[in-house]
T-cell receptor, first 111, second 114 residues
Framework: QKEVEQDPGPLSVPEGAIVSLNCTYS??????FMWYRQYSRKGPELLMY????GNKEDGRFTAQVDKSSKYISLFIRDSQPSDSATYLCAMSGTGTYKYIFGTGTRLKVLA | KAGVTQTPRYLIKTRGQQVTLSCSPI?????VSWYQQTPGQGLQFLFEYFSETQRNKGNFPGRFSGRQFSNSRSEMNVSTLELGDSALYLC?????????????FGPGTRLLVL
């Protein structure tokens, strides 16, 4: 079993839709959770960074962490064609010295 | 602040050759990690350097090696290239080591092995 599981998609939604992206994980030591956006042929760009359980909002993006279920989500409101990219979840724990990434979900927002 | 920079951006090599990739972290960041990204495997951790010391290593053969200099710049070397080494190699920097701070990625070096 992989430490982090992420649905690869692709996920196609119409412009303006609410998008939900998810990851599950198995290591209860993970405490730091990140979402990255990666455009084609570019490096990943940090979108959200959260510590432990709870919600964090930044503009149209909301990150949610449920440590009891080992489940994290990224919600995108009012999705735009410019949101079309691959979204990667990542996580780490204190003293692990490494970050574990999901395989990424490809999102396409149709105009 | 300038972001993470990687050179070269694109590289074509033949099997059996060796290659060296370079990464300059964000100013003040002392940790540099390297990843290999392929369509089938996603982002796979290669190794992390902090203060010129390798802190952690992923499951890659010894053909993959790295080092970090006193100014935190890092290089990655792949010897005896194989076709399967074709990938996007990403460098990421963070202020400290230990997995408690987020990483910032460079644009990557796209390596094609023929």
């Amino acid at each position: 079993q992989k430490e982090v599981e992420q649905d690869p998609g692709p996920l196609s939604v119409p412009e303006g839709a609410i998008v939900s992206l998810n990851c599950t994980y198995s290591n209860s030591a993970f405490q730091y959770f990140m979402w990255y956006r990666q455009y084609s042929r570019k490096g990943p760009e940090l979108l959200m960074y959260t510590y432990s359980s709870g919600n964090k909002e930044d503009g149209r993006f909301t990150a949610q962490v449920d440590k009891s279920s080992k489940y994290i989500s990224l919600f995108i409101r009012d999705s735009q064609p410019s949101d079309s990219a691959t979204y990667l979840c990542a996580m780490s724990g204190t003293g692990t010295y490494k970050y574990i990434f999901g395989t990424g979900t490809r999102l396409k927002v149709l105009a | 602040k300038a972001g993470v920079t990687q050179t070269p951006r694109y590289l074509i090599k033949t099997r059996g050759q060796q290659v060296t990739l370079s990464c300059s972290p964000i100013s003040g960041h002392r940790s540099v990690s390297w990843y290999q990204q392929t369509p089938g495997q996603g982002l796979q951790f290669l190794f992390e350097y902090f203060s010129e010391t390798q802190r952690n290593k992923g499951n890659f053969p010894g053909r993959f090696s790295g080092r970090q200099f006193s100014n935190s710049r890092s290089e990655m070397n792949v010897s005896t290239l194989e076709l399967g080494d074709s990938a996007l190699y990403l460098c990421a920097s963070s202020p400290t080591s230990g997995g408690t701070e987020t990483q910032y990625f460079g644009p990557g070096t796209r390596l094609l092995v023929l």
